[in-house]
């Protein structure tokens, strides 16, 4: 009967979330960026389209991020209060961003693209969506016992 | 005669820089920010691609790198399949049948892995970086764009010196 679910969230909260990928997927698919072959044409400076994907979909973000925030304080569904996408810069930013970028520069793929990718019906990409889920997990494993050791180490002292 | 020499000039840089037209690049790329946009318009969340990796690494491993996604992992998926399920629409409607990729397996694989590694060390991938973050105009992530855009044309561009192409 009610119309909020865990956490505050309204009903409306997952079917705006699909809603959400469903453009974002059909973008992928539309602009060929599911398409391995046409990310790498822009790799071998062949065909520079991506940059108009890339930043044509920030121009939408930009603008949305610049004027909501302006209209409302707080989100309807979640009552989260509107915020940009600020991370901190470390290092590493800078060895994360080398590692993937030679990951993308090899295949041609990132994670949006992978997963659209699928959906075009390239079964192919499975052996890339495993590489990407097992490159996590490691990166994951080593970075989890490298900060409980980090615990250890300062309850030690 | 001048001005239209010039203007057949810049048509052939244009033709050569973007064999296949920008139309498609960039109305693509605007249903890409628009998808983003909704789900912040209506819940506040900037929604990236790459964290669905470690979120979804939470159903089945309890360490605590990826348990910190547990919070979000649901919807993670949600958006995920959405995205699957929106490149579909794209195929059944301008598709003639599924698509396959001619990129050799092991480079998916290698350079997935790769990818799953860089994004997650890096903060971000080329939606969460790239359209996002840019998007934010946060300096972090206009680093992060330029340093994997460079290595990737590096790396291509070597990959191709080696004679390996599609």
Known sequence: MTDREDGGRRSAFMPLIFAGGLLFGFGLGFSHMARPEVVLSFLYLEDLGLLFVMFGAAAVTAATFFVVPRLRETAPLTGSKYGRRLKTFDRKVVVGGVVFGVGWGLSGICPGSAYASLGIGNYPMLAGVVGMFLGAYAQGVWRSAASSAKKVRETAD | ?166
């Open chain 2, 1 to 166: 005669m001048v001005g239209a020499t010039e203007l057949l000039a810049l048509a052939v840089g244009f033709d050569a820089l973007f064999p296949h037209g920008i139309y498609r690049y960039a109305v693509g790329g605007l249903f890409v920010g628009l998808g983003v946009a909704v789900i912040y318009v209506g819940t506040g969340i900037i929604a990236g691609a790459s964290t669905f990796l470690e979120s979804t690494l939470s159903y089945v491993s309890d360490r605590s790198r990826f348990q910190r996604y547990r919070p979000s992992r649901d919807w993670r998926v949600v958006f995920t399949v959405g995205i699957v399920l929106g490149a579909a629409v794209y195929a059944v409607i301008y598709q003639d049948g599924i698509w396959t990729t001619d990129v050799q397996l092991w480079r998916l694989f290698v350079g997935g892995f790769l990818v799953g590694v860089g994004t997650r060390i890096g903060k971000g991938c080329t939606s969460g970086h790239g359209v996002c973050g840019v998007g934010s105009a946060s300096r972090t992530s206009l680093v992060g764009v330029v340093v994997f855009l460079l290595v990737a044309i590096g790396t291509a561009q070597l990959v191709m010196a080696t004679g390996v192409r599609v």
